[in-house]
């Protein structure tokens, strides 16, 4: 089976640098992705790691350490806008050859004024 | 616009009743996925279908079932509804039966069992 732990919440300040975490476990590990949910609407793919490192895109950044199960989510220069839920994803083998994503509980991001 | 329709946006039911869900891929995509999202859960998933057949089976309730029509789009049946099947339920497309570059969601359709 495949599990993964995040933070229920996180806060900051506007202008801000914020960090979420994601450790998984999981039998088959095949990339870690990242998505954001604003309020009820529909999750947006952010990023993707299958190697160790980091992914930059814009003033979000995905790190991913196979060997420590563990990755995080960097978001930079923090605007208002960026208040929602932000998801980590499991690419694992599920029944018939396809490559799953198995989403975590999610973390509730606040950024304050 | 993602470019993936689920219809009805909003549904309301009473226990015990049968409701149909249903989606329309991005232009292109060849795979369907379906999610249920409970209050402050993750996204479960369901039921993959690539191409018209079944792909890949997840968390499931055998009061569940979908299909892949030849069009492409497809369609989530949810019966004998219970009050816990309430959530939210989306539908995400890919272009092959497999992606790394993740899935295009829709807006997901809201599901009240009363």
């Not at chain 1, 975490?21 to 952010?46: E, I, K």
């Not at chain 1, 990023?47 to 950044?61: H, I, K, P, V």
């Not at chain 2, 470019?3 to 249903?22: D, E, N, S, W, Y």
């Not at chain 2, 939210?88 to 272009?95: E, R």
Request: negative net charge; proline residues 4%; glycine residues 12%.
């Amino acid at each position: 089976g495949q599990s993964l732990e995040q933070p229920s919440e996180v806060t900051a300040v506007e202008g801000a640098i914020v960090q979420i975490n994601c450790t998984y476990q999981t039998s088959g590990f095949y990339g870690l992705s990242w998505y954001q949910q604003h309020d009820g609407g529909a999750p947006t793919f952010l990023s993707y790691n299958a190697l160790d490192g980091l992914e930059e895109t814009g003033r979000f950044s995905s790190f991913l350490s196979r060997s420590d199960s563990y990755g995080y989510l960097l978001l930079q220069e923090l605007q208002m806008k960026d208040s929602a839920s932000y998801f980590c994803a499991v690419r694992g083998e599920v029944s018939g050859g396809s490559y799953i994503p198995t989403f975590g509980r999610g973390t509730s991001l606040i950024v304050h004024p | 616009d993602s470019g993936v329709t689920q219809t009805p946006k909003h549904l309301i039911t009473a226990t015990g009743q049968r409701v149909t869900l249903r989606c329309s891929p991005r232009s292109g995509d060849l795979s369907v996925y379906w999610y249920q999202q409970s209050l402050d859960q993750g996204l479960q998933f369901l039921i993959q279908y690539y191409n018209g057949e079944e792909r890949a089976k997840g968390n499931i309730l055998e009061r569940f079932s979908a299909q892949q029509f030849p069009d492409l789009h497809s369609e989530l049946n949810l019966s004998s509804l219970e009050l816990g099947d309430s959530a939210l339920y989306f539908c995400a497309s890919s272009p092959a039966g497999d992606t790394n570059y993740g899935y295009t969601f829709g807006s997901g359709t809201r599901l009240t069992v009363v």
